[in-house]
């Protein structure tokens, strides 16, 4: 099948959330508010020591892909899982959500499925462990050009870039994308991603992508400067759309030299996980209805508020009830 709406590429990740107290972290050496990579058996030590587990298929797009399945656009997933238990939970709750996962487990994988253990504190921030696992092999190779004729977004994990075949991956599938007459984005995931890989994403931004989204703290990392104004003026004269979350001040959107912000009202959440993912869900289904950027923005803001009211990285709620409530359709 052919003829995606949007196409999401990215780690495809088991999250395991649980509740956990700031003193927990700290006896664990676990940074709080950050995504940590984890080699196997530190997963597996702080797996065993999670109570109140949540598992959910996941990943950063995975998140998104999802979100915009349940507003009602045809959706894909290129992840890459291995055939044990984990893999195949993923995939059938990807495909079971509505989202076609094209990518069968790999039975002979190198590395067990990914999983991120991820640790919700008292205040609602999360702390993510991430053993990189199979997803993190997924290479160019896995991206099948049968999947992108009439596809109209592509939509990358900056995470994806930790290893090499990662953004192999995203070569072929930006240029698939363009050929198919489609637009590609990018969500720079997180300030650390954005620091390890500065040099790749800035030159993919500029040379294969046509919106780039990301908050405050990722932005100012990757043009390394503590001026925010500054690195969105580089970012938007690299890429034509940019949008620039942060946290309770209004989102900052640029549009081909126009900037606009839309303002948020601020909430004290109770699982913060996902709420950029959500945002990127708003933010896309606004771009594919052709809505205005204040609009996108708007949406975007909507489904993550959703997101941080509960646990879990996905919506609960209809987001297009919100929408229509929010008077946006």
């Known amino acids: 099948m052919s003829n995606f709406d949007v196409i999401g590429i990215g780690n495809a990740i088991v999250d395991v959330i649980s509740p956990a107290e700031d ?17 196997k058996d530190r997963a597996e030590v702080l797996y065993a020591a999670m109570r109140d587990r949540v598992e959910t298929p996941g990943g950063s797009v995975a998140n998104t892909i999802a979100g915009l399945g349940g507003l009602g656009l045809t959706t894909a997933f290129i992840g890459k899982v291995k055939d044990d238990a984990l893999g195949r939970f993923y995939a059938k709750g990807m495909e079971d959500a509505g989202t076609a996962f094209p990518n069968a487990p790999v039975q002979n994988a190198d590395a067990p499925t990914s999983r ?34 009439g596809s109209k977004f592509l939509f ?23 050929a198919a007459g489609g637009k590609s984005g990018i969500t720079l995931s997180d300030p650390f991603c954005a620091d390890r890989h500065r040099e790749g994403f800035q030159r993919l931004i500029k040379e294969d992508l046509d919106f780039t989204l990301g908050n405050e703290d990722e932005w100012k990392t990757l043009y390394e400067t503590d001026d925010l104004d500054a ?16 946290s309770g001040d209004p989102i900052i959107l640029i549009q081909d030299g126009e900037r606009v912000e839309v303002p948020v009202t601020p909430i ?13 869900t708003g933010f896309i289904y606004g771009m594919a209805a052709g809505q205005p950027l204040d609009v996108c923005g708007r949406m975007g803001a909507v489904a993550a508020a959703e997101v941080i009211r509960h646990i879990g990285p996905r919506p609960q709620a209809d987001l297009k009830v919100l929408f229509k409530d929010a008077g946006l359709i």
């Not at 003193?23 to 080699?39: A, H, N, R, T, W």
């Not at 192999?168 to 599938?173: D, G, I, K, R, V």
């Open 23 to 39: 003193m927990f972290l700290d006896q664990m050496g676990i940074e709080k508010g950050i995504m940590q990579l984890v080699e």
């Open 116 to 149: 991120s253990m991820i640790f919700v504190s008292p205040d609602g921030e999360r702390s993510m462990n991430t053993y990189l696992g199979a997803g993190a092999d997924l290479n160019s190779g896995d991206v099948s050009g049968d999947l992108f004729g």
């Open 156 to 178: 990358l994990e900056g995470y994806l870039f930790d290893k090499d075949n990662g953004k192999t991956a995203f070569s072929e599938a930006a240029r698939l994308m363009y």
């Open 268 to 280: 004290t959440p109770v699982d913060a996980t996902g709420a950029g993912d959500q945002f990127a």
């Open 231 to 246: 690195a969105l003026a580089q970012g938007s004269a690299a890429c034509d759309t940019i949008a620039c979350t942060r």
